[in-house]
């Protein structure tokens, strides 16, 4: 049974997701001022700092506490379908999976798609990438993404596999966003049932994410590379939302093409759950902290 906070929840996201069901409405929702910096809570209760890769800023977020740091390093590509900044919400996401896991968090705020296609933010959050070999060992990288952070978090192990470097000891994904052109035909059904995601909307950002590449490229569309050659993945997934069909299909594909991969499937439960301030939140963040810690021995 949901917890009262994700029936809450649940509730709210009807209201926004009328801007999804519409071209003029997606548009719209372009419009809204918004800002990539941390919010006060997370600059209170962590250490922060901001740098460039690439022209572009980056941040780092850490426990206040020097017993809790690690030399573990989370690599977080936050969700917001390609045209929207880091909300609060990730940003509690990220402090979060800090306290869990330990270690640094590097969160890139890459460019969004309304100025900036794929090619140009899989070349940024690849630098990024880059710069943490320089110093971590890449068994001690986890890969972080949730919705099209999780998209684009499948497409750099992909990218960097056919680059020749080291894959990170473990990938996260959350209610990852899969394929742009949302082609699976079971898409339809489960739209239904998401409070949140229309597909009208996401194929718009989509669109404007792809740019001039196909859109089933897999820098775009990762669904539609080959999984060969990755790391360990783990897949946490509702239910209750649109790309559930996608997910299902990456868990069959990774197994199929020999990858260690876990998959949770919440019952009844929405688009990117894990980021908000919710019981079934708290519990994927417990999972996570049990299996990280356990791959690694620690």
């Given at each position: 049974?949901?917890?009262?906070?994700?029936?809450?929840?649940?509730?709210?996201?009807h209201?926004?997701?009328?801007?999804?069901?519409?071209?003029?409405?997606?548009?719209r929702?372009?419009?809204?001022?918004?800002?990539?910096?941390?919010?006060?809570?997370?600059?209170?209760?962590?250490?922060?700092?901001?740098?460039?890769?690439?022209?572009?800023?980056?941040?780092?977020?850490?426990?206040?506490s020097?017993?809790?740091?690690?030399?573990?390093?989370?690599?977080?590509l936050?969700?917001?379908?390609y045209?929207?900044?880091?909300?609060?919400f990730?940003?509690r996401?990220?402090?979060?999976?800090?306290?869990?896991?330990?270690?640094?968090?590097?969160?890139?705020?890459?460019?969004?798609a309304?100025?900036?296609?794929a090619?140009?933010?899989?070349?940024?959050?690849?630098?990024?990438?880059q710069?943490?070999?320089?110093?971590?060992?890449?068994?001690?990288i986890?890969l972080?993404?949730?919705?099209?952070?999780g998209?684009?978090?499948?497409?750099?192990?992909?990218?960097?596999?056919?680059?020749?470097?080291?894959?990170?000891?473990?990938?996260?994904?959350?209610?990852?966003?899969?394929?742009?052109?949302?082609?699976?035909?079971?898409?339809?059904?489960?739209?239904?049932?998401?409070?949140?995601?229309?597909?009208?909307?996401?194929?718009?950002?989509?669109?404007?994410?792809?740019?001039?590449?196909?859109?089933?490229?897999?820098?775009?569309?990762?669904?539609?590379?080959?999984?060969?050659?990755?790391?360990?993945?783990?897949?946490?997934?509702?239910?209750?939302?649109?790309?559930?069909?996608?997910?299902?299909?990456?868990?069959?594909?990774?197994?199929?093409?020999?990858?260690?991969i876990q998959?949770?499937?919440?019952?009844g439960?929405?688009?990117?759950?894990?980021?908000?301030?919710i019981?079934?939140?708290?519990?994927?963040?417990?999972?996570?902290?049990?299996?990280?810690?356990?791959?690694?021995?620690?």
């Amino acid at each position: 049974m949901s917890s009262i906070q994700s029936t809450l929840f649940r509730q709210i996201f009807h209201l926004f997701r009328k801007d999804w069901t519409t071209v003029e409405g997606f548009r719209r929702s372009l419009n809204r001022r918004e800002t990539y910096h941390p919010p006060k809570q997370t600059k209170s209760r962590y250490r922060v700092h901001q740098f460039e890769v690439s022209e572009y800023p980056v941040f780092t977020i850490k426990p206040k506490s020097m017993a809790h740091i690690n030399n573990r390093r989370l690599l977080y590509l936050h969700g917001g379908a390609y045209v929207h900044e880091m909300s609060p919400f990730h940003w509690r996401f990220a402090g979060k999976l800090t306290e869990a896991l330990g270690g640094t968090t590097v969160i890139p705020m890459y460019p969004l798609a309304t100025a900036t296609p794929a090619s140009v933010t899989l070349s940024f959050v690849t630098d990024v990438y880059q710069n943490l070999l320089r110093d971590a060992d890449s068994n001690d990288i986890v890969l972080i993404g949730d919705s099209a952070g999780g998209g684009m978090a499948l497409a750099l192990t992909q990218h960097i596999r056919n680059l020749g470097l080291p894959q990170p000891g473990h990938t996260l994904l959350f209610s990852p966003w899969l394929d742009v052109t949302l082609s699976h035909p079971e898409i339809q059904a489960s739209e239904a049932r998401d409070p949140l995601l229309a597909r009208t909307g996401l194929l718009e950002a989509g669109k404007l994410y792809a740019g001039e590449l196909d859109p089933r490229q897999p820098w775009v569309s990762p669904i539609y590379g080959s999984l060969t050659g990755l790391g360990p993945i783990t897949i946490f997934y509702g239910t209750d939302e649109l790309i559930l069909p996608d997910a299902r299909q990456l868990v069959q594909q990774a197994r199929a093409d020999g990858v260690s991969i876990q998959a949770f499937e919440y019952p009844g439960m929405f688009h990117a759950w894990p980021i908000f301030p919710i019981p079934e939140a708290s519990k994927v963040i417990r999972q996570v902290e049990f299996y990280i810690k356990e791959a690694r021995g620690d």
